[in-house]
């Protein structure tokens, strides 16, 4: 199988013919089919196939790029493509990319290519196990407000963007990517500039340990030409990158360079040392969410911008899909959309909701892959206390295969031996159920898979989450 990378890629995209065949194995994916609009900005020719089709895959045809549903050889082979790309959830097995290997088509990983082509334009880089796609996003964002034109890549779909990456028009401009640490390829990135949120013990499916994980971040340090960014609040950061001459803090930690303080009026004030910058606001709301726009603060205001305009383009700022997404309120119930799989997520996000919002709490959680919840069940037992009802439902795979005594009902279990009474609902199709049967007046509360919603509701009653 021919394999490329980075080196490589680099030389295929120099000598690459305009209009060169490219074809990506599950295009639909959040990754994935941002390349593929970097690919389409850039002048090749998309095609791609995945196992249903969305809506990033309905906008990609608008753009020109032809799909196809399922993964078959025939269609692959039609299409005659120069290159192939995948992502770590196609397995190597998979018909399409067995065809690749048997007509020696080079394939190449997503992370590889991406990181290629970032090296085009001033990339930033946003690193870390929680709160990527809202920072690449906001400052994504905030640098269009202020006029900026950026190219980015988020993970997810921002309304506010349009799609999901574009790579913009000048190579003077900034390049904003959300990159990856869960499969290895985060030391692909050499950025000019990166923002790091924080570290933990995540991905032990990939890493052997802990300390494998910081390796990763030192190597990607090491790879970034100009500031790192980092978060003061997280010792393991502030141990990794306190010393390093190019690096930069931001947080609550009193020895932050750029330090918040949480107004009464939900605003935020961030000071440079002593020196007040001002007053800020957010649409979103809890202290991670304030962390990362004083990440998006220090990165703007050490690159020349004035901080009145900082502030004016931060508030422009709406959200991303399924991160603290709003999908109903009424005078009764206000529901929420999130994307957290980890204990500390979960713990920030029902935290940021309680804070905000009123009446009581009920939650409804997805366990994300098999690994995760093993290795850190028992965080995920404690990571509930601010819910007033909680369901679990099973656990979505990812591509996983499933390990044995892994699921939704032990973990449920888990949480009832903390206090916290667990309901388990063994499908969505069952949730759905508890859900209906909790709107009804007088009626039992529930949750809803994936998703936390808050309300008043009635004597009784429960909250959609």
């Known amino acids: 199988m021919i394999r490329l990378n980075g080196k490589e890629i680099e030389e295929w995209l120099a000598n690459a013919p305009v209009g060169a065949p490219v074809y990506l194995v599950g295009i639909g994916g959040c990754g994935m089919s941002g390349l593929a609009h970097l690919l389409l900005d850039l002048g090749f020719t998309v095609f791609g196939s995945d196992l249903q089709t969305n809506s990033v895959i309905r906008q990609l045809r608008e753009r020109g790029a032809l799909t196809f549903e399922g993964h078959a050889p025939e269609q692959m082979q039609s299409v005659r493509p120069t290159l192939i790309v995948y992502s770590s959830a196609i397995r190597l097995d998979n018909p399409e990319m067995a065809l690749a290997e048997q007509q020696e088509i080079p394939i190449v990983r997503r992370a590889v290519l991406l990181a290629n082509l970032i090296r085009r334009r001033r990339g930033v880089c946003v690193a870390g196990m929680h709160g990527k796609t809202t920072t690449t996003a906001m400052l994504a964002q905030t640098l269009d407000a202020l006029g900026g034109a950026p190219g980015y890549a988020v993970g997810a779909?921002?309304?506010q963007l349009g799609r999901p990456a574009r790579m913009g028009d000048s190579a003077k401009r900034f390049f904003v990517v959300e990159t990856d640490e869960s499969d290895g390829t985060l030391c692909e990135f050499h950025a000019e500039q990166s923002i790091v949120l924080n570290i933990n013990e995540e991905h032990l499916d990939y890493y052997a340990n802990f300390d494998a994980v910081c390796d990763e971040f030192i190597v990607f340090a090491g790879q970034t030409a100009g500031t790192i960014f980092y978060c003061a609040d997280d010792p393991r950061l502030a141990e990794l990158y306190g010393d390093r001459d190019n690096a930069i803090s931001y947080g609550f930690n009193p020895t932050a360079e750029y330090r918040v303080e949480i107004q009464p009026d939900k605003g935020f004030v961030i000071w440079q040392h002593e020196q007040r910058l001002g007053e800020f606001h957010i649409r979103l709301f809890g202290e991670k969410n304030i962390s990362n726009a004083v990440a998006v603060v220090a990165f703007l205001h050490q690159n020349g911008f004035q901080v009145?305009?900082?502030?004016?383009?931060?508030?422009?700022?709406?959200?991303?899909?399924r991160r603290q997404q709003e999908l109903f309120a009424d005078e009764h119930y206000r529901i929420f959309d999130d994307y957290g799989h980890h204990p500390q997520e979960i713990r920030a996000t029902l935290l940021a909701i309680k804070e905000q919002c009123g009446g009581r709490l009920v939650v409804a959680f997805q366990p994300h892959r098999y690994s995760r919840t093993q290795h850190l069940l028992s965080e995920f037992a404690e990571s509930f206390g601010d819910a007033d009802l909680l369901w679990v439902t099973e656990v979505y795979a990812a591509s996983e295969t499933p390990i044995a005594d892994v699921n939704g009902q032990r973990l449920a279990a888990?949480?009832?031996?903390?206090?916290?009474?667990?309901?388990?609902a063994a499908s969505l199709e069952v949730l759905r159920e508890k859900m209906r049967a909790a709107l009804r007046p007088g009626g039992g509360a529930g949750a809803g898979a994936g998703a936390q919603g808050r309300s008043?509701?009635?004597?009784?009653?429960?909250?959609?989450?």
């Open 308 to 321: 009145d305009e900082i502030a004016r383009a931060l508030f422009t700022y709406r959200g991303a899909n």
């Open 456 to 465: 008043p509701g009635p004597p009784g009653g429960g909250a959609p989450a």
């Open 157 to 159: 779909i921002v309304p």
């Open 414 to 424: 888990a949480i009832s031996k903390q206090g916290q009474p667990a309901g388990y």
